[in-house]
């Protein structure tokens, strides 16, 4: 079957979320399946300050009838339906490529970056979000370091359309683009490219992809696995 | 007090050393092989000044060990200057470093190399600009053809510390402040410290004795800070000094199109997929004929037939027939394993002409940048075995002296792979005597058996590396590597590379020469009954050699010699090829069970000194039995399949 017609299901089925539950869905998915925790007492729940003003009873319950959660037991333990699971996962997923996208297409500043990418998040349609991942290169990290979880178009790879952020490792010979980000979590491997240079905002000339990336920075010439290179996320540079 | 030389790898910094203490520390083209530190005096003012030769760093942030001893020394509190050698093409870099290095507060001189370079790619510096931009001394220099140096002499022991900030975002300003109120009693240069401790270097690297109470408070100022962004805060903090770098290059740096050379189109070829290749075997043949004609040909014939063969041992063996009584004695110092007569002999006559050749061959390779482009081309087939690029290098200089390659593995960056290599060299990488001495033995033999003899060696060499990486824990290190320009060599440059190469062979190699000649003739001077101990050891070797090698049992003394020396070995298979007494399948076998057969004890003393004794140990007790069931399947399948070889 196809799998459009699945997802647009359900979505449909739970089409009355409303914003808030969204964002509480996230924190309960955040709290649970990153945290590795099938369920937990609702009092342990980091709820954070975003949620601090609105009705939580209300919410809960809300999100209890509509089977998206369960609660459980006398210390009222929160789980997420499988249902609910889908659904809060693509939550998180519009949020962190909106943050993404704000970042390094829209080159947002720090202090606007939350605000914007939580209204954006929204606003973001199953279709939209793909062409958003694709627009993307579709990375794996928000700029905080939090995996972004991977949607069909992470998996199927289209490229629907042209992406405006690529790892280095898919640009092709003797083009010029700029760093965008670098996704790696390994502080050594983040040191030594900044040590030779590398860092958002440098310009790189992609001299050769064989035998390993030959880059040029300025007058230097640098040999890189590619490896590293699936890590540096770049745009193009004008005219390119 | 001291003068500090720092700067990136390959910008000129020893040759800059060399011009001003007037002598030559290890000029290499390969990033990263300045390891060990030098220092000399220069003449300032009358007064002798110490100056020390540092490690490349690319930044004060750093990742291998010897960068670390670089940041090391310039923190140490009797640096009275840093003499900051900077390649003129790569102002972007250089600057980053400056900027860092004015955050320590000690006076600096900034050296301007290689701006003939410069000028052939189009860039024009402002010098007088950038000097007054940066409150320092801005010296442009030609150091190989010592332009600059004398103007660079007048600036050393100056006390002009640069006078340039780098703003961070506020947030970082403050958590700077706090941490050097913190550090202010610790350490002479608090503000570097505070920087490089909020960019992730654990305080314990950076400061001694540190309470844990404080080390505790310091750790919550950085993560206090780093919640403020989202990004790491190396990152942040290094996009500051890159602008603040940016905005000084739009200032003092103007380019223009640069000038295309000859130099260039081969560069490219370098490492093309199917001309690198080839200019890969025509550099190894080039190489091997001139060690081998030059070397192995007509100077090892000059040394060991004439200046050893009818002068110096003529007259060693007379002098000590006439005075020394004993005849144990002779026997250690003439005998057929005498000091004089074999050790000293092998090391003089033999070898010192094969490593003279060799390394004046490396020499070019080096200071032409070859060897980088080489390490980039062997990335590829190295990943396979969890080593990267880099270690061509010593795989490289192996086939040279299997015991300097060792020494060199120490450029590799994780001990992981340096052991794979390590492996991997004393397994079957053979040293330059050695081929050498098996091509000739190839004479004997078909095609199809040279084939043979090496096809085995390096699917086992590859085997064996494979093996070792999935055993051995830890990660591989990542690869990036700056290729360096192609550059002709200097003569003078190449020559007392040379020379000081072959001052070290002659401190390391002769005590060890002599020591296992001396361990051999004992072995064969004392005497058990009617036999001498190397005798015993013969007899106990026999079942293996020629029950599962089907080698003669003569062929024992040659596996045993083949420890002494790894050229030792195979050149006693020669003498009984050339006597007519092994068949082909047999010089087959003996030349693959040599080569993958225990190191020379140079070298394996060299793993002692490097690895220690267990891993040494670990490796003979593989290495020894592994290369005795590779020649036993192979006798067994040439024999019983009739190969004709």
Redesign the interface.
């Known amino acids: 079957m196809d799998q459009k017609k699945v997802r647009s299901k359900l979505v449909k089925s739970v089409v009355s979320i409303a914003f808030d539950e969204e964002e509480l869905l996230e924190v309960l998915w955040v709290n649970l399946i990153e945290g590795n925790k099938l369920k937990c007492p609702l009092e342990s729940i980091d709820i954070g300050p975003e949620l601090e003003h609105f009705d939580l009873e209300t919410a809960l319950d809300s999100l209890v009838q509509k089977k998206v959660i369960t609660l459980s037991g006398e210390d009222k333990e929160v789980a997420l339906t499988p249902e609910g699971q889908h659904l809060a996962e693509q939550a998180v997923r519009r949020h962190r490529l909106s943050e993404r996208l704000f970042k390094d297409v829209l080159q947002a500043r720090q202090e606007e970056l939350e605000g914007a990418s939580c209204k954006f998040e929204h606003i973001l349609t199953p279709g939209i979000e793909e062409n958003v991942c694709t627009l993307l290169g579709h990375p794996t990290h928000c700029p905080h370091g939090r995996s972004i979880p991977s949607g069909h178009c992470c998996r199927d790879r289209r490229f629907q359309t042209e992406s405006a952020i690529l790892p280095l490792s898919q640009i092709s010979e003797s083009k010029e683009i700029e760093v965008a980000y670098i996704s790696t979590r390994q502080p050594k491997r983040l040191n030594k490219l900044l040590s030779f240079g590398i860092l958002p905002g440098t310009r790189i000339k992609l001299e050769k992809k064989s035998p390993a990336l030959i880059l040029k920075l300025d007058e230097t010439i640098l040999a890189l696995d590619k490896l590293i290179a699936k890590e540096i996320f770049c745009r193009r540079v004008n005219g390119e | 007090m001291r003068i500090a030389l720092v700067g990136n790898a390959n910008v000129g910094k020893s040759v800059i050393f060399g011009r001003l203490t007037g002598r030559y520390a290890n000029v290499s083209n390969y990033p990263g092989t300045t390891v060990e530190i030098t220092s000399g005096t220069c003449e300032i003012n009358r007064t002798k000044t110490e100056i020390v030769d540092t490690p490349g760093i ?2 004060l ?1 750093t ?1 291998s060990e010897d960068e670390r001893v670089a940041r090391q020394i310039i923190f140490e509190s009797d640096i009275a200057q840093i003499v900051h050698v900077a390649d003129s ?5 250089t600057l ?1 470093l400056v900027l860092q290095l004015a955050e320590t507060g000690i006076p600096q001189v900034l050296v301007l190399n290689m701006m003939d370079e ?1 000028e052939n ?1 189009g ?1 024009t510096i402002a010098v007088n600009r950038l000097s007054l931009i940066l409150g320092l001394s801005v010296i442009p220099t030609i150091a190989v053809k010592g332009e600059g140096i004398d103007l660079l002499r007048k600036h050393l022991q100056e006390n002009k510390k640069p006078d340039v900030r780098v703003p961070h975002p506020t947030a970082i300003e403050n958590g700077l402040e706090s941490l050097v109120n913190i550090l202010a009693n610790l350490s002479p240069h608090p503000r570097a410290i505070a920087s490089l401790i909020l ?2 270097e654990p305080v314990s690297n950076l400061v001694k004795d540190i309470s844990p109470e404080l080390e505790e408070k310091i750790k919550q100022i950085v993560s206090d800070v780093a919640q ?5 805060l ?2 942040v903090m ?2 500051s000094y ?1 602008e603040k770098g940016q905005q000084i290059m739009d200032m003092v740096q103007t380019k223009s199109e640069g000038r295309k050379s000859v130099i260039d189109l081969v560069d490219a070829a370098t ?1 093309h ?1 199917f001309f ?1 290749l080839i200019i890969f075997f025509g550099i190894l043949a080039l190489v091997f004929a001139f060690v081998g004609y030059l070397g192995a040909g007509i100077l090892v014939d000059l040394m060991e037939t004439y200046v050893f063969g009818e002068l110096i041992n003529p007259w060693a063996t007379d002098i000590v027939e006439e005075y020394i009584p004993f005849a144990p004695v002779r026997e250690l110092l003439v005998g057929e394993y005498g000091m004089i007569t074999v050790g000293f002999t092998y090391a003089i006559a033999i070898v010192l002409p094969l490593v003279t050749t060799f390394f004046l061959a490396f020499a070019i390779l080096e200071d032409s940048g070859y060897l ?1 482009r080489l ?3 062997g ?2 087939l190295l ?1 396979r075995v969890g080593l ?2 880099k270690a061509v290098l010593p795989l490289v200089l192996g086939t040279g002296c299997g015991t300097m390659a060792t020494m060199s593995t120490r450029i590799l960056e994780t001990r992981r792979e340096r052991i794979i290599a390590t492996l991997m060299l004393a397994l079957g990488v053979p040293c330059s005597a050695q081929l050498g001495v098996i091509i000739g033995l190839m004479m004997y033999v078909s095609p199809l058996g040279t084939i043979i003899v090496f096809g085995v060696v390096v699917s086992q060499l590859l085997l064996v590396a494979f093996l070792a990486n999935m055993v051995l824990p830890g990660e591989r290190s ?8 192609l550059r002709m060599p200097k003569l003078k440059n190449l020559l007392m590379k040379t020379w000081i190469r072959i001052e070290w062979f002659l401190g390391e190699a002769i005590p060890l020469f002599l020591l296992g000649t001396f361990l051999v003739s004992i072995a064969s001077l004392l005497k058990i009954g009617s036999k001498s101990l190397l005798d015993y050891v013969v007899t106990l070797a026999e079942p293996i050699v020629v029950g599962l090698l089907g080698l003669p049992e003569d062929a024992a003394i040659a596996l045993i010699l083949g420890f002494l020396r790894r050229d030792y070995g195979v050149a006693g298979l020669f003498d009984m090829a050339r006597a007519g007494e092994l068949s082909n399948t047999q010089m087959v076998v003996g030349s693959v069970v040599l080569t993958l057969f225990v190191p020379c004890i140079a070298s394996f003393f060299m793993i002692i000194k490097e690895y220690g004794p267990k891993v040494a140990v670990g490796m003979i007790a593989f290495i020894t039995p592994f290369a005795i069931i590779v020649g036993t399947i192979l006798n067994l399948i040439l024999t019983v399949l009739g190969v004709p070889i």
């Open positions: 690319k930044s942030l990742a093409k790569n102002l972007r870099q980053h410069a790619a860039i960019m992730g403020n962004f989202a990004d790491p190396s990152l290094t996009r890159a490492v997929p690198g980088p390490a980039l081309m990335n590829r990943s990267h690029g990542d690869f990036i590597l700056e290729i360096p320009p």
